[in-house]
């Protein structure tokens, strides 16, 4: 029989288990921190280190002499004043942005298209062409550059093959022996395409998904509206992607800044007018007879921290959006 007197006299919330409430309560909430410490371990460890080393080389002269194993001398922010002195880097900024641009924006457009024709073909259909587009996206970078660079050879080139081929008037002159890697402008062309042909199955994959979370029910009201393909795309489509493209836009203007594999592999070193930030960066640190692995360091540091300003931009549009709730 249970002592009344004593329940009675017992505080209110306190059982014989009590006292081992509050350590189950923090080994709770640290039970996902645990769980997640060995990827940020990882984390650090790949992706951190490395940048804190370059944080620390941007403001040293690293050459052949500190690779030997001589101490490196800290030299402040010379490296930096030394670069933003450089006509080569302004001009080496102005193609990467230029460049990003462009196939941001193409890559966005056709991959857009080929996701809503993706969402209107039948599912077997849908599957193969997605399949097929995907072939695309699985291509390695430097495999994609080797293609395109034979493509546009002014050697047996196909694309030249193909203009030489077409009436003069249309083309304009003789094609056979065109150098399309000579010039940036035509370097930068043959750049873009390779980079929207490899990029946009992802975007047409990642539009096709976003498609399928929208409920049918609101394109067959703008049907019974009266509204037409492009009025839906804008009114529904768009507003209800919004989230998608903005996690689209951000991933692709960061992977477009980055390139380097395809333009070393179509331009190389020899080619500097026709140098964006990577490989700017890559010349300056091993490019030379004297490398200066500081000189890289800072140039690569200020590509991070533009494409940092970027991510803190579309964190902070979402956040305005609620989409971060």
Not at 23 to 46: A, C, D, K, N, W
Not at 146 to 151: E, K, N, Q, S, V
Not at 273 to 289: H, I, K, P, T, V
Not at 305 to 314: I, K, P
Request: proline residues 6%; glycine residues 8%.
């Amino acid at each position: 029989m249970v002592d009344t007197a004593t329940a009675v006299r017992r505080p209110p919330g306190r059982t014989s288990s009590g006292p081992a409430r509050p350590h189950r309560r923090r080994r709770r909430r640290l039970g996902p921190y645990l769980l997640i410490l060995p990827t940020l371990v990882v984390i650090g460890l790949l992706l951190f280190w490395p940048m804190i080393q370059i944080g620390v080389m941007s403001r040293q002269k690293v050459g052949n002499r500190q690779l030997a194993g001589e101490p490196a001398e800290s030299v402040g922010t010379e490296n930096f004043r030394q670069i933003f002195g450089d006509p080569l880097f302004w001009q080496s900024l102005r193609h990467t942005v230029y460049f990003a641009a462009v196939a941001v924006t193409l890559t966005l457009f056709v991959g857009t298209l080929v996701g809503l024709l993706l969402n209107r073909l039948g599912r077997r259909m849908s599957t193969f062409v997605a399949g097929g587009v995907m072939i695309a996206w699985a291509t390695p970078p430097i495999t994609a550059a080797i293609i395109f660079t034979w493509l546009f050879g002014s050697t047996g080139g196909v694309v030249n093959w193909f203009l030489d081929s077409l009436p003069d008037w249309l083309v304009g002159g003789n094609w056979t022996d065109f150098n399309w890697f000579h010039r940036p402008l035509t370097t930068y062309t043959v750049l873009t395409i390779c980079v929207v042909w490899q990029s946009f199955p992802f975007i047409a994959v990642s539009v096709l998904a976003g498609l399928k979370s929208v409920p049918g029910e609101l394109y067959e009201a703008a049907r019974v509206d009266g509204a037409g393909a492009w009025r839906t795309f804008w009114a529904i489509t768009v507003p209800l992607l919004r989230p998608i493209f903005m996690v689209l836009i951000v991933l692709s203007i960061i992977w477009d800044f980055k390139v380097f594999t395809q333009l070393f592999v179509m331009s190389g070193l020899a080619n500097r007018d026709a140098f964006n930030l990577s490989l700017y960066a890559y010349s300056e640190a091993f490019g030379r007879l004297n490398p200066s692995l500081g000189l890289g360091s800072a140039v690569a540091a200020v590509l991070t921290l533009v494409l940092l300003f970027v991510t803190a931009a579309y964190v902070r549009v979402m956040v305005r959006q609620g989409e971060t709730r």
